[in-house]
């Protein structure tokens, strides 16, 4: 079930959803996705690229200080992942998917789809720092347009240890 926004976080989605539906910005996102490893590695279930904030050509809303195309591979789920320092808004760009969010014991669904003429709150989520967040994808490739509150080099993912329970293990999407 998608939860509906609070008012400051729906202003920025409206705005960021603003940018994404420039078909300039769109043309060069499409660019961006097919340079990723799963354009072209039929192997890979996750790949992405970091979107220079120079493509949105505009000031971007909420503290937004990095930008990512994610293409997730049909038929997956991604794992459970978090990002202890960093606020993720996310928005289906291509296809459509479960991007489940967990809060307490139980996973909660979230549809997105891509459709633009959907209402804003089944084709965008936003993720508060440290919560945990996995995608499963039907049939079909799906593609995502994510902001984060920090630089691309300072992003943190962060995934349970599958040797210990309590454990997590960190890792950065991009290295200085």
């Not at 945990?132 to 080099?153: D, G, K, L, M, R």
Request: charged content about 25%; aromatic content about 8%; some cysteine.
């Amino acid at each position: 079930m998608n939860l509906p926004f609070e008012e400051n976080e729906l202003e920025i989605l409206r705005v960021l959803d603003q940018i994404l539906c420039e078909k300039i910005i769109r043309a060069g996102l499409d660019s961006l996705a097919q340079q990723t490893e799963l354009a072209q590695d039929p192997a890979s279930i996750i790949a992405w690229v970091p979107v220079p904030l120079a493509l949105y050509d505009q000031k971007l809303p909420g503290n937004i200080r990095s930008s990512w195309i994610f293409i997730l591979r049909a038929g997956f789920t991604t794992g459970a992942e978090r990002h202890p320092n960093s606020r993720q808004r996310m928005m289906s760009y291509r296809g459509s998917g479960d991007l489940q969010t967990r809060t307490a014991e139980y996973w909660d669904t979230n549809w997105l789809v891509s459709d633009l003429r959907a209402p804003l709150e089944r084709r965008w989520i936003s993720i508060p720092p440290n919560t945990w967040h996995q995608a499963v994808v039907p049939e079909e490739n799906w593609i995502v347009i994510s902001f984060h509150t920090v630089p691309e080099h300072q992003l943190i993912e962060e995934r349970p240890d599958p040797e210990s329970a309590e454990m997590t293990k960190q890792r950065r999407y991009v290295q200085e």
